[in-house]
């Protein structure tokens, strides 16, 4: 099982930065997955980035070029770099793991707001 934690949220203006942390803590060694989702109101929570295995990376198309996953080994933290942010990337961004047993768990989120 793991525990993870997000942080790095808050408000920015259109064309501003922040980056999303995620850390995790417990058992992560056969963790397969590592992504961001979020949540905008009335809508559907939506992959927004993901990191497999070895390290290859796939990104929403809404955010290719603009945001940018990455994963420390060593300090079980994976971060979301968001660059050139839009008023419709607001949301509640959640961690999510996944095993390679399938089971998946997602952090509590942290809001993101972005001005226009």
């Known amino acids: 099982q793991v525990q993870l934690v997000e942080s790095g949220g808050g408000l920015v203006q259109a064309g501003g930065s922040l980056r999303l942390s995620c850390a995790a803590s417990?058992?992560?060694?056969?963790?397969?997955?590592w992504a961001w989702y979020r949540q905008a109101p009335g809508k559907q929570r939506e992959l927004v980035a993901q990191?497999?295995?070895?390290?290859?990376?796939n990104y929403a198309a809404s955010v290719k070029g603009r945001f940018t996953i990455s994963r420390d080994n060593a300090k079980n933290t994976v971060y979301l770099q968001m660059d050139s942010l839009k008023p419709e990337d607001a949301a509640v961004y959640y961690c999510?793991?996944?095993?390679?047993?399938?089971?998946?768990?997602w952090g509590q989120g942290t809001q993101v707001t972005v001005s226009s």
């Open positions: 990191i497999i295995g070895g390290g290859n990376t």
């Open positions: 999510n793991v996944m095993y390679n047993s399938g089971h998946m768990y």
């Open positions: 417990g058992r992560t060694f056969s963790v397969g997955i």
